[in-house]
C-alpha cells in the first residue's frame, strides 16, 4: 500500500504544479480528473493536455517518466444516465484507453445518475450495469479496473452496489472505496467497518476522508450529509480509524493506493492548507505502517 493524494486537492492547497506539491509532500502517486474530452491537468505546468492526442499523451507520460510520479488511478465524473448517453460512455472508454497508456491500473467512476430519484431500484442498477458493460466490450483488451465509487445517495446504497456488481460480473469492475461517504451517508460507524470488510474484496481505487460527529451520534442511523460541512475533518481528528481501515483492506486483498481527499480543506486559512494536506499524508503513511 501507499499513500497518494488526488491532484485537486493540489491547486487547492495552491501548489503552483503537481510536480512541486508530489515533492513536497513526499509521494509518487496521484488520482488525476480526466474531462469528457480527453484532457487533464499537466504535472508541470498550468495547461491543459489531451490524452486523445498523440502529441499531448507523449508529452504527459514524458512528465511521469521524467520526474518518477505514476497515476493511480483517473477520476470520470460521468453519467450513465445522461441525456447524451454516448458522449459519457466514449469519456469512460477514453479514459480507460488513457490509463493503459500511462499504466494507470484503475479508473473511477461515478454512482451518481440523472433521474435516480425517480426510478426503480432494478432500474437504476439495469441502466448502470448495461453501460458499464458496454464499457467493457468497447476496451477488451484492457486490464485497467472499473472502480464505481460509493458517491451520493444512490452509490452509498449497499443493495444497489451489490446489484450492479452481480449483474455486470466482471473481475474489473468493483468499487472505488471512498472511506468518508458511507459515514456520510448516515451509516453508525461500527455498521461502516462491516461495509468496508464486505466490499473489502472487491476495492479497485480508493478515496480517503474523515468525519467527527459528536459522540452521541456516531453509533446512529442520522439523514443522509448530516451537517457534514460543519463536521468534515482532516484525517487525523475523525472518528474513523485509518489504521483499522488499512487493516480491513489488507486483509481482504487490497495493496494499491490509499487517496487522500480531504474535503475539509476548505474549511482552512489558505496559508495553512499545505500543512494540513501533509499531516493527511504523514497521518495515512503511520497507519498504512
Same mark, same amino acid.
Given at each position: 500500500?501507499? #499513500?497518494?493524494?488526488?491532484?485537486?486537492?493540489?491547486?487547492?492547497?495552491?501548489?503552483?504544479?503537481?510536480?512541486?506539491?508530489?515533492?513536497? $509532500?513526499?509521494?509518487?502517486?496521484?488520482? #488525476?480528473?480526466?474531462?469528457?474530452?480527453?484532457?487533464?491537468?499537466?504535472?508541470?505546468?498550468?495547461?491543459?493536455?489531451?490524452?486523445?492526442?498523440?502529441?499531448?499523451?507523449?508529452?504527459?507520460?514524458?512528465?511521469?517518466?521524467?520526474?518518477?510520479?505514476?497515476?493511480?488511478?483517473?477520476?470520470?465524473?460521468?453519467?450513465?444516465?445522461?441525456?447524451?448517453?454516448?458522449?459519457?460512455?466514449?469519456?469512460?472508454?477514453?479514459?480507460?484507453?488513457?490509463?493503459?497508456?500511462?499504466?494507470?491500473?484503475?479508473?473511477?467512476?461515478?454512482?451518481?445518475?440523472?433521474?435516480?430519484?425517480?426510478?426503480?431500484?432494478?432500474?437504476?442498477?439495469?441502466?448502470?450495469?448495461?453501460?458499464?458493460?458496454?464499457?467493457?466490450?468497447?476496451?477488451?483488451?484492457?486490464?485497467?479496473?472499473?472502480?464505481?465509487?460509493?458517491?451520493?445517495?444512490?452509490?452509498?446504497?449497499?443493495?444497489?452496489?451489490?446489484?450492479?456488481?452481480?449483474?455486470?460480473?466482471?473481475?474489473?469492475?468493483?468499487?472505488? $472505496?471512498?472511506?468518508?461517504?458511507?459515514?456520510?451517508?448516515?451509516?453508525?460507524?461500527?455498521?461502516?467497518?462491516?461495509?468496508?470488510?464486505?466490499?473489502?474484496?472487491?476495492?479497485?481505487?480508493?478515496?480517503?476522508?474523515?468525519?467527527?460527529?459528536?459522540?452521541?451520534?456516531?453509533?446512529?442511523?442520522?439523514?443522509?450529509?448530516?451537517?457534514?460541512?460543519?463536521?468534515?475533518?482532516? $484525517?487525523?481528528?475523525?472518528?474513523?480509524?485509518?489504521?483499522? #481501515?488499512?487493516?480491513?483492506?489488507?486483509?481482504?486483498?487490497?495493496?494499491?493506493? $490509499?487517496?487522500?481527499?480531504?474535503?475539509?480543506?476548505?474549511?482552512?486559512?489558505?496559508?495553512?492548507?499545505?500543512?494540513?494536506?501533509?499531516?493527511?499524508?504523514?497521518?495515512?503513511?503511520?497507519?498504512?505502517?
Amino acid at each position: 500500500m501507499e #499513500v497518494a493524494v488526488r491532484d485537486a486537492s493540489f491547486y487547492q492547497v495552491g501548489y503552483a504544479t503537481g510536480v512541486e506539491a508530489m515533492r513536497a $509532500l513526499g509521494i509518487t502517486a496521484t488520482e #488525476v480528473a480526466i474531462d469528457i474530452h480527453g484532457c487533464v491537468r499537466s504535472l508541470t505546468s498550468e495547461r491543459q493536455l489531451n490524452l486523445t492526442q498523440p502529441a499531448d499523451l507523449a508529452a504527459f507520460q514524458a512528465e511521469l517518466a521524467d520526474n518518477g510520479l505514476r497515476v493511480c488511478a483517473f477520476l470520470c465524473s460521468q453519467n450513465f444516465n445522461h441525456a447524451d448517453r454516448g458522449a459519457h460512455l466514449n469519456w469512460v472508454i477514453q479514459a480507460v484507453r488513457a490509463a493503459d497508456a500511462v499504466g494507470a491500473p484503475a479508473l473511477r467512476i461515478d454512482s451518481a445518475m440523472t433521474g435516480q430519484a425517480d426510478l426503480s431500484l432494478e432500474e437504476r442498477i439495469r441502466i448502470f450495469a448495461e453501460a458499464t458493460l458496454e464499457v467493457l466490450r468497447a476496451t477488451g483488451e484492457s486490464s485497467v479496473t472499473l472502480g464505481i465509487e460509493n458517491h451520493g445517495r444512490q452509490g452509498n446504497d449497499p443493495e444497489w452496489m451489490r446489484g450492479v456488481i452481480a449483474h455486470v460480473g466482471s473481475p474489473r469492475v468493483g468499487l472505488t $472505496l471512498d472511506v468518508g461517504n458511507w459515514y456520510w451517508f448516515g451509516h453508525p460507524l461500527s455498521r461502516v467497518y462491516e461495509i468496508y470488510r464486505e466490499f473489502g474484496p472487491l476495492v479497485k481505487a480508493t478515496h480517503v476522508k474523515n468525519i467527527r460527529y459528536p459522540e452521541e451520534i456516531r453509533e446512529t442511523q442520522r439523514e443522509i450529509g448530516f451537517e457534514y460541512g460543519k463536521y468534515c475533518c482532516p $484525517l487525523d481528528e475523525g472518528d474513523i480509524q485509518m489504521s483499522r #481501515v488499512a487493516a480491513i483492506l489488507r486483509e481482504t486483498g487490497y495493496d494499491g493506493a $490509499l487517496t487522500i481527499e480531504d474535503e475539509s480543506l476548505g474549511k482552512v486559512a489558505e496559508a495553512d492548507r499545505a500543512a494540513v494536506l501533509q499531516r493527511d499524508v504523514d497521518h495515512l503513511r503511520a497507519a498504512i505502517g
